[in-house]
């Protein structure tokens, strides 16, 4: 079946950095889009950024924009999330998520697009 494992998570200070991964099984990798969503304590999960199925379009809300980077590796089936900069705002539950799009390079910042979720990483920023 269809398996999305997050990991790189952890704590870190303010202004650190971190690189979360989402590695995926079960699925053709490039066939999908993979986004990344965060839920904070108390708040909805919002989106926070995606990549096309061949990696050739990307997307971030604005608030991570110049800081976050998302990338990915088809060949380990793996996509990554680098985030800078880092602020006590970015503490959240991260979690990737694949959108079956085909040869097609769109993205989507629509969760109920997303069809399989990963259980998700826990990143803590302190102050």
């Known amino acids: 079946q269809v398996q999305l494992v997050e990991s790189g998570g952890g704590l870190v200070q303010a202004g650190g950095s971190l690189r979360l991964s989402c590695l995926g099984s079960?699925?053709?990798?490039?066939?999908?889009?993979i986004g990344w969503f965060r839920q904070a304590p108390g708040k909805e999960r919002e989106f926070v950024a995606a990549?096309?199925?061949?990696?050739?379009?990307?997307y971030y809300v604005d608030s991570v924009k110049g800081r976050f980077t998302i990338s990915r590796d088809n060949a380990k089936s793996t996509v990554y999330l680098q985030m800078i900069s880092l602020k006590p705002e970015d503490t959240a539950v991260y979690y990737c998520?694949?959108?079956?799009?085909?040869?097609?390079?769109?993205?989507?910042?629509?969760?109920?697009?997303?069809?399989?979720w990963g259980q998700g990483t826990q990143v803590t920023v302190s102050s």
């Open positions: 998520a694949a959108d079956f799009t085909g040869s097609s390079v769109e993205v989507t910042t629509t969760q109920s697009e997303y069809r399989y």
């Open positions: 079960g699925l053709i990798f490039s066939s999908y889009a």
């Open positions: 990549i096309s199925g061949k990696g050739g379009r990307t």
